[in-house]
């Protein structure tokens, strides 16, 4: 496999005890040859508190291949942010990676449907106001006897029943083109991801079950309910802390 992907950095990276570390969601760019898998179904755990934001799981690119990151609730770098998620691009023969970023709104991200408010354009799993986050029940997990702050909207609901589960946009894949306000959120301040998602990510990295290859039908972790917490199968099963092997 290592033979059919090439991995393009087109920005920063660093050595690490002689090893190295790719951010493969802020500072590099990565082309494979060969398409990423399609997009994991699952269910999203229980919002663990007030003031997470879901941000979807996807397929990033390592040196063994394609591997799976696990769907997370995370606490925003500041208040009034909401992510974009990282999407792949497949222009001219290859399909790029896109990271994802924190912004004022939500950008473009390739049409993607992750599920859980983000499917395609925008997000519908919440949104801010006051200063403070509201959850579209209709969309998101909530355990509402514990979070007060909540709404329900039911005419943004979505399932991925009966819809693409491509993780790339570009023919073969979803065809979609950025709307015009989409074109300006990429063009505005975008904030990069925080450290515990740059963890979260690194983690996934090292674990080896979250590798896609023939013999594995799913990444052993497919959601989590935070950031070094509860890991959940591609059945919803707990799996218990965030230890990674």
Request: with cysteine.
């Amino acid at each position: 496999m290592k033979n059919v992907f090439t991995a393009i950095v087109l920005f920063s990276f660093l050595f690490l005890t002689g090893t190295l570390r790719i951010n493969a969601q802020i500072n590099i760019r990565v082309s494979a040859h060969i398409a990423p898998p399609p997009i994991e179904v699952y269910t999203q755990p229980n919002c663990p508190g007030d003031g997470y934001i879901w941000t979807p799981g996807y397929w990033a690119y390592g040196a063994d291949g394609y591997y799976w990151i696990p769907g997370v609730w995370v606490l925003p770098p500041g208040p009034g942010l909401l992510w974009t998620p990282g999407y792949w691009d497949f222009v001219d023969g290859l399909y790029q990676w896109y990271p994802g970023y924190w912004g004022a709104s939500v950008g473009y991200y390739g049409g993607i449907n992750y599920g859980w408010g983000y499917f395609g354009t925008g997000y519908s799993g919440g949104r801010w106001q006051s200063g403070h986050f509201y959850y579209n029940t209709a969309v998101s997990r909530i355990n509402t006897s514990a979070i007060h702050n909540v709404y329900s909207e039911k005419s943004v609901q979505h399932t991925f029943k009966n819809v693409n589960h491509s993780s790339f946009n570009g023919n073969g894949g979803i065809i979609y083109k950025p709307l015009a306000n989409e074109r300006r959120e990429e063009a505005s301040k975008q904030i990069q991801p925080t450290s515990e998602q740059n963890s979260h990510y690194q983690k996934s990295v090292q674990d080896k079950g979250q590798f896609s290859s023939p013999r594995q039908v799913h990444p052993s972790a497919i959601s989590m309910d935070r950031i070094g917490g509860n890991r959940f199968n591609s059945g919803g099963r707990k799996m218990g802390g965030g230890a990674h092997h």
